[in-house]
Structures are given as structure tokens and as C-alpha cells.
């Protein structure tokens, strides 16, 4: 671009605008202050300085022949120190002191008797100092920087406890009969003014195979029924949930302070109910396998429920609301080879969740009380990531731009039809499914010939829909200077190509039907891992024991050598609730080892 005399027309950084489109100073400098990218990489500092300490001490006494008492003491000490200066210092222990009874009456009477008590602690610590503008680079001190930056200076001490009385009694009849009940009484600082919970179970198993009109069946080798139902608690991760707090701040020189958050008194544990039913099973001395059915309701579930406008403040911490899980977990196996003990074994998991009830005021009357949350939309009978969206309807072949569907309604509010709409604001969104896949699970095998051992697992995921978060950075279209996904090279709209699946290009452009409010890049979640192949080879004992070894084995493992899903780059392994952004992948690792016992 020329001036009017002809001479060219420089950028100074400072957002002059070359284009019709918008500003075209570097994108580097806009980020950053205008500072020179190569003085900003080269004497910028982010250094981490990180000090971890973790112990476990653990004692057992055994007295009185059926009496064991053990003491368990766990501290965990992190000390961490960033520059630009972050200093965290997180300081947390557990002990737990139990007492357990071990002991068979009249050879058919098993019982096993536990009590005991937990204690836990963790107290954070973090300060934070900002400064700007240091006089000498070299010197990353505070006391070398003039000026004051964001928030200045800041720290906090948070401080939480939990502490629990617990009891079991296992009981079980010749083998046969099994009985075992538990219960827990756990108190939480974060409850203070309703910190106590009882929590318990019970359960029973009957091992049909041991019963004498089994004898026959000896196609049958095991076979156990399991029944199990209790009541566990779930604590919240704020910390001071049940006070109101307050913030400090300063509002023309003069100091002053701003509730941020409304506390609840009343605030107290999730209750998670939940009933097991299983089976176990092994049949001719080759076919085995686990069947298991759990449904879980969640009741009590603390929620930011809606406040009169009246507080100041949008919501509060309550319990209301009700959520419902359920499915199977299977796992089957089979004994293909004995004579070299070879086996192979699948197993699948089919997960639902349910929302029952929650907040009323959170009901919108125009979706029939359902409520959006971010991408999703929630009601009664609904899935909790029960996906909401934009649905994009293609490129415009005059113009370039991108287009959505809207829906068309007559005079009485009812739906007649859909059009196109450039506008993603006019746009209609639609319920597109579940965000929860189908399926989940995995697959093993592993064989053992006289000294050789090998073992292979696989994971897998069938349905869902997870947001390709990594794919819509690089699909950007006003970025200049950063990457670009090889998906847009000669897919995007040009004058000559109409029929592009991407729009146009424009410099400091914005494409919506890339983003997660949208259908677009929302990917089929289903992939395939193979996680892990182990082949070791074990030396002979007559080799060994000649060097006062009791074994050796020499192996080599490979974890991540293959994986495939709906794109490449997506990995729906990093997350599992519809939203997949840049995740680092899992590294493809070799490992070469001895394992030696003497």
C-alpha cells in the first residue's frame, strides 16, 4: 500500500490499518505490548523450582492370637516456587488407627471385624508478587522492577480437615454364605455447621457352586451370586462453603470491601445411593467371566442455585437436586491354549446418567423447563451432557461466508420449516446427543511358553460426541503468522472455487461454525489404543541360582504404539464430557528392563 505521493506505506505496530478487513500490526506484538518478540524470548523468565516430600510410616501389632491393630501415618509435603514469582507451599497428612478380629468358630464360622479412625489435614499456602518494568534484565528480584502489575501482590491460606469413624464385619458360612455390613461417620470442615454424615452398607454373596446339587455339574467350576447396597457421601472442593466471603478492594484511594460469595449454614454432604447386583463364573475350566449391574442415584447434590436479583450476588450453594446412574460392567475371558497358558479376555462397560430434579428457578418456560448450560441442555429425564448446539449449514456459494440453520415458525410458534441465516445469533440450536459414549473398554491376551511370557492391551471407545478443540485453533482464519491446518489448503472459497468446503479467507476474520457452540467439529468420539505389548523372557533357575539369584527376567514394553480416531490429531482420550481442547497426546514409550529377585 503507497501514500498519495507514492511512497510506501510502512506499519508501525501500532494497529495501522492495511486492510479493509482490520488492523495488521504483528500479532506477536499485539499480544504483548509491542515489545520486540526476539528481546521478549530471549531474557523472559519462567523458571519452576519444586520440592516434594511424601511418607508413609506404617505399624502392626498382632496380640491376644485373633487381635491386629495397625497405625498408618501418610504426610505429603509440596513446596513450589515459579518466577515469575508464584510461591505454593501445600502441606497435607492422613493417619488412620485400626483394630481388627480375625477368627473361626467350629471350622464353618468365618469372621473378620474391623474398627478404626482416620484423620486428614491439608493446609495451602500461596503468595503471589507481580512487578514490571526491571531495570536490569539479569536480575530477577522485585526490588528490580518500578512499577506494579495487575493485581500486585496477593496470598491466601486455605486450611481443610476430614475426619472419619469407621466399622466392618465380614461373616461367612463354610465357604457358601457370605455376609458383610460397613458404616462411616465422617465429619468435614468444609460442612462446619453440619459437618457429620452417617454412611454404611450391606451386602451378601452366595457361592452356588459349593452347594451339594452342584456336585454334578463339574462343567461348572465357579459360580457366585452378589448383592450389595449402601450409602456413601461426597464432600464439596470449595473450602469455606458455609460463611460468606468477602473481598478487599480500593475505589479512588479509599479502601473497601464486596461480598463475592453467599455462604450456606446449612450446607451438608451428597449422598450417593447405590445397589449392585453380580455374577462370577467359571464354566468347563476355560470360560470365566464377571456380569455386573450398579444403579446410583445422587441425592442432596449441591448446586449454585438462582438468588433474587435483590443480593447482589447470581446464586448460592445448596442441596437440591437429584442425579441417577446406571449400567453394566462385563468382563470375559477364555483359556485358548493350557499346555502354553494362553488367554484372551474382553471387557465393556454401558454407562446412562439421569437428571432427576434440580432447581426450579433454573427452568426456562420457552424450552419447556429445561435449562442451558454452556453447550448443553438439561432437563427431567435428560442426560446430564446432553449436547445443544448450533448445526452449520454449509458454505454460501456467492458470497463465501458460512451459514446455519434456522428454524421457520408461523404465527402460533410452531415449527413449519428451517431456513439458512449468515447470523449465528438468529441460528437455532438442536439437541445432538449425548456427549457420553456408548461403549467403553478394553482387550488383553497373554501367553506363556517355558520361559517366554508375552501380554498385549488394547483399549476402546464406541459413540459420543467430543468438540476437536486442537483442529478449531489451527482453523482460524484472521491469524496471520500463526499454523494453519493442512485441511484448509485449497478446501477454502475463492471466486473460482464455489463449492469449497471451508469459507473464505479474510485477515482478521472470524469463523463461528468452528467454535463449541456449534456442530461443525464436534467428532464421532470412538477410538482404538493399543496401550501396551510386554515380552519377557525368564532365565533358567539351574542358570541363576548358580549366582545366588533367585530369578531374572529380561523384558521390553512399548506403551501407545497405535492409535486411531474419527481425525487426525483428535484424541478423545483426554477428555470424556464433550470438550477436547488442546490436550498434550500420550507418549509413545520403549522400555528395555531386568527384573531380578534374590
Known sequence: RYNADGTKMYEQGNGTTLSPYGATQDQF???????????SMSRDINNSVRDNLYANFYGEIVFLKDFKFTANFTLDNVYRMDTFYYNNNYFSYNTQQMLNWNKTIKENHNFDVLIGHEFGKTDTRVVDAYKKNIFYPGIPEL???????????????VVTAIEGYFARVNYNYA????????????????????????FWSVGAAWRIKGESFMDNATWVDELKLRVNYGVAGNQISASYPYTNLWEVGETDGQIG???????????????????????DFRLWNRFYGTVDYYNRRTHDLIWNRPTPSSTGLASRLENVGILANRGFEIDLGVDILKHIYWNFAVNASFARNRLIDYPSELGNPALGGDYISGNFLRGKGKS??????????????????????????????KVTGREKTFNINEATQYEIGDALPDVTGGLRTSFRW????????????????QWDGNSANVYDPGRAGFAASQDLVGNTWT???????????????????????????????????????????????????????????VFFAADNLYFTSAHTGFDPRTAYTGQNAFGFPQAKTFTFGITMNL
Open 257 to 279: 470491601i464486596t461480598q463475592s460469595d453467599t455462604g450456606n449454614r446449612n450446607l451438608s454432604w451428597e449422598r450417593n445411593y447405590q445397589i449392585d447386583l453380580g455374577i
Open 450 to 465: 517355558k520361559n517366554f511370557d508375552f501380554m498385549l492391551a488394547a483399549a476402546y471407545q464406541i459413540g459420543g460426541r
Open 29 to 39: 506484538n499485539s499480544f504483548n505490548n509491542f515489545a520486540h518478540p526476539m528481546q
Open 384 to 413: 446430564y451432557y446432553n449436547l445443544y448446539l448450533f448445526k452449520f449449514a454449509g458454505v454460501d456459494p456467492e458470497t463465501g461466508q458460512e451459514t446455519f440453520w434456522k428454524d421457520v415458525v408461523d404465527g402460533d410458534g
Open 175 to 198: 465357604g457358601k454364605y457370605f455376609f458383610s455390613g460397613s458404616y462411616r461417620y465422617d465429619g468435614s470442615s468444609r460442612f462446619k455447621y453440619d459437618k457429620w454424615g452417617h
Open 495 to 553: 471466486p473460482e472455487h464455489t463449492n469449497a468446503k471451508f469459507p473464505k479467507l479474510m485477515f482478521n476474520g472470524t469463523w463461528n461454525f468452528v467454535g463449541s457452540n456449534c456442530d461443525y467439529l464436534y467428532r464421532d468420539a470412538s477410538y482404538f489404543s493399543l496401550k501396551t505389548i510386554n515380552v519377557g523372557y525368564t532365565l533358567p533357575k539351574r542358570w541363576t541360582s548358580k549366582i545366588c539369584i533367585e530369578s531374572l527376567r
Open 143 to 157: 526490588g528490580n522492577a518500578v512499577s506494579q502489575y495487575g493485581n500486585g501482590s496477593t496470598s491466601s491460606t
